[in-house]
């Protein structure tokens, strides 16, 4: 290896390291060599980690950081940073931070002004992105949804106005109620079901809401998930609120926008536009009535 490219890890650094999803051929030669030359790894199952770390030959010493002691164990992760040791924080797979432990030590680095750097790799979320084949330019992650009722009611009518690409990660066993609350909600659109991403059964099931429900009702799902959804057509969005307004008189529209503190002349233009006529019909209106 040329001198240049050794990666030398630096004292007192958080290095929060990205793993692979599946295809332990992923792992980027940085990631081993941060991971082979930190002083610690924070792992979240150090049982997990061991198989990967035995398969790079790599010996650092491992604690754990989960779910559990996210608060109290980023504290002494953070003592032995400020004393000069180096630390990589990975999780069971993928990028750390992403629905994965590494936000809170993440945070708790920054206000103790401890330095924080990315290795990058693989996250499920993006890899299922891009081969979904949704728009990719504007997209919201939205992680796992509650499983709390009134929580995830609330979650999936907030996703229902998005009308950028929506993802969402999904365990097996949950699959069949999310994709029938998110078809009762959202209603009918595309999805791209993305399954076991990077290993032997990858599939992407690129399909509708109502065809993935009903094809989940014969076949049961087994092994790991990513949900990829159309947003929000934006000319339905705009159809509708057209509609809404024509249902209103032209007095009673200038009027509404003139209460959220429009002068008389602004609240006509913007009943125009919403009403997609001239600033002239929106006058007559307002003398005919
Ligand atoms: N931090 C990880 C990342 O960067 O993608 C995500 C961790 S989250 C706890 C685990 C979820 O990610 C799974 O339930 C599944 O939705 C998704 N996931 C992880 N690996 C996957 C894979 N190989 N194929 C499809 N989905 C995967």
């Not at 078809?183 to 009918?188: K, R, S």
Request: charge should be negative; glycine fraction near 6%.
């Amino acid at each position: 290896m040329k001198e240049q490219n050794r990666q030398t890890v630096e004292k007192g650094m958080l290095y929060l390291c990205a793993t692979p999803i599946g295809n332990l051929g992923d792992i980027s030669w940085r990631c081993v060599e941060i991971l082979k030359n930190v002083d610690l790894i924070a792992a979240e199952d150090t049982r997990n980690s061991i198989r990967l770390l035995n398969h790079f030959d790599i010996h650092t010493p491992m604690t754990a950081y989960h779910e559990f002691n996210r608060y109290d164990k980023a504290d002494v992760l953070v003592e032995k940073l400020k004393e000069g040791a180096s630390i990589a924080c990975i999780s069971d797979a993928g990028t750390p931070g992403i629905s994965d432990p590494g936000e809170v030590l993440v945070s708790k680095c920054i206000d103790a002004g401890i330095p924080v750097t990315s290795v990058p790799g693989p996250c499920a979320a993006i890899s299922a992105l891009i081969i979904s084949g949704l728009p990719a330019r504007r997209f919201r992650f939205e992680g796992f949804l509650p499983a709390e009722k009134k929580e995830r009611k609330e979650a999936v009518s907030d996703l229902a106005a998005e009308t950028c690409t929506l993802i969402l990660y999904e365990a097996p066993h949950r699959l069949k109620r999310t994709l029938s609350d998110l078809l009762e909600a959202l209603g009918d659109r595309r999805i791209s079901v993305v399954k076991e991403l990077t290993k032997t059964h990858e599939k992407v099931f690129r399909t509708t809401l109502s065809g993935a429900a009903a094809f989940y009702e014969k076949e049961e799902p087994r092994g790991e998930y990513v949900l990829v959804l159309e947003g929000r057509d934006p000319e339905l969005e705009k159809a509708e609120k057209r509609a809404s307004w024509e249902e209103m008189s032209i007095p009673a529209h200038v009027a509404f926008y003139e209460s959220q503190g429009l002068s008389r002349m602004d609240a006509m233009k913007a009943a125009a536009k919403d009403r997609g006529v001239t600033k002239r019909d929106i006058y007559s209106g307002m003398l005919e009535e």
